[in-house]
């Protein structure tokens, strides 16, 4: 019911909107938003692994049992496993935590907002007068839709909250997470890290970055804006992302494909060869090679642009990371402290997805120095027809005047 409307009033209509219908109207919108995040993070929570102590136990004790030869990297495969499990875990939660905290600090004024309406305080005119009572459908609706949006959300409550967990693998979960924020933390603060990032989309460079922090599956999360750096990293990241959107990929890929197609240069040179010594259709057919090439460098220019676009905000997002994972680190609030190590993992994250992305988009481009000579020259002699147009008074301004039409008597 999180995507139930609200019937409004019609315009006509002979009921006028009580301050309590107003009320409730207003915190129903926001429990809707509420309520669509609760139910995705509970039903995320409810199907992430087990971070149980028995169960992380298991997968190390199949590694003990396995032949001698395999046993050394199946204990380091089932040590990864278990951190992944407990990152998971406790990220999940986190995200989870954050949206049943809403829903329980806005449900009791929704309760009491619907009591208020759906409870008439006026004596019902049928049981004076033996009128049959007025039933108001579009509010009777409305309060329906209230209460299956509360029933709904305590039901996403009571899911993502049956697996209970002891403390000590609540424990476990969190030493692991801190595990795999000390290791960001500690990438993030090499001396080469700003380089890294900044050679991270270049192919020509083995540079490659958050490669040994285990930051694979985490949720996002929110914080306060008092948190400067972290909200500035939230802000880098999402302009980020907004700019290498999914249209930006495909229309380099599209690019590429036609690139391919658009201009064949060994079949303009085969017809330039099998047109000697007719200079006029050597002339045409070297006019169309440099008309295709000037099409080419446009189109290759404004995607080269996009990219190095994409590629400086992807170096902004690298250079706030290690800021805010000092100023998370720092935090003496642990539900905060927990909330922005997960925003820092999860902007790491989505970092190490990108750079594969960019790195494809630039080898689907091209580099600069890819496209020199020949787009060059073909620039070259289209300005220089242009410039001898002009002086040859061949570009005239356009007349607003209409054409007159030939008389033919």
Not at 159 to 170: I, K, L, N
Not at 270 to 285: K, Y
Request: aromatic share 8%; with cysteine; net charge neutral.
């Amino acid at each position: 019911m999180y995507n139930t409307h609200w019937i409004e009033r019609r315009v006509n209509s002979q009921l006028e909107l009580s301050p309590e219908e107003t009320a409730l109207r207003a915190t129903y919108l926001a429990a809707q938003k509420i309520a669509f995040s609760l139910v995705c993070a509970s039903n995320q929570f409810a199907g992430v692994n087990s971070p149980d102590v028995t169960a992380c136990a298991t997968i190390v004790r199949e590694a003990v049992n396995k032949p001698e030869k395999d046993r050394a990297n199946a204990i380091k495969a089932a040590a990864l496993a278990v951190l992944d499990r407990q990152t998971d875990f406790i990220s999940t939660r986190l995200h989870y935590l954050q949206h049943a905290g809403a829903w329980e600090s806005i449900r009791p004024t929704l309760v009491a907002q619907l009591e208020a309406v759906a409870i008439s305080k006026e004596e019902p005119i049928y049981k004076v007068y033996g009128v049959p009572p007025y039933v108001d459908v579009d509010l009777c609706l409305n309060c329906e839709a209230v209460a299956a949006l509360i029933d709904q959300c305590d039901l996403a409550v009571v899911e993502a909250t049956q697996h209970q967990y002891s403390r000590a693998t609540q424990k476990y979960a969190e030493v692991g997470f801190q595990k795999v924020f000390d290791a960001l933390a500690a990438e993030v603060a090499g001396q080469n890290w700003i380089f890294n990032a900044r050679c991270a989309s270049r192919d020509k460079y083995s540079a490659d970055i958050l490669g040994e922090a285990r930051v694979e599956k985490v949720s996002s999360t929110e914080l306060p804006a008092e948190y400067l750096k972290c909200c500035a990293l939230v802000t880098a990241r999402e302009e980020f992302e907004r700019v290498f959107c999914y249209h930006t990929s495909t229309s380099c890929r599209t690019f590429h494909l036609n690139g391919l197609h658009a201009f064949n240069d060994s079949q303009l040179s085969e017809s330039l060869l099998a047109a000697m010594p007719d200079v006029p259709v050597m002339q045409r057919i070297e006019h169309e090679r440099d008309t295709k090439l000037r099409i080419h460098g446009r189109n290759w220019r404004a995607h080269r642009d996009l990219v190095d676009r994409c590629h400086a905000l992807f170096v902004k997002v690298a250079e706030l990371l290690p800021e805010a994972v000092t100023e998370a680190a720092a935090i003496d609030d642990e539900k905060m402290r927990r909330r922005a190590q997960n925003l820092c993992l999860f902007a790491a994250r989505r970092l190490k997805e990108n750079q594969k992305y960019i790195r494809e988009c630039d080898l689907l481009i091209g580099y600069r120095d890819n496209h020199s000579q020949d787009v060059s020259g073909a620039v070259g002699r289209g300005h220089q027809a242009l410039v001898e147009r002009i002086r040859s008074k061949e570009i005239y301004r356009p007349s607003s005047r209409c054409r007159e039409q030939p008389y033919w008597g």
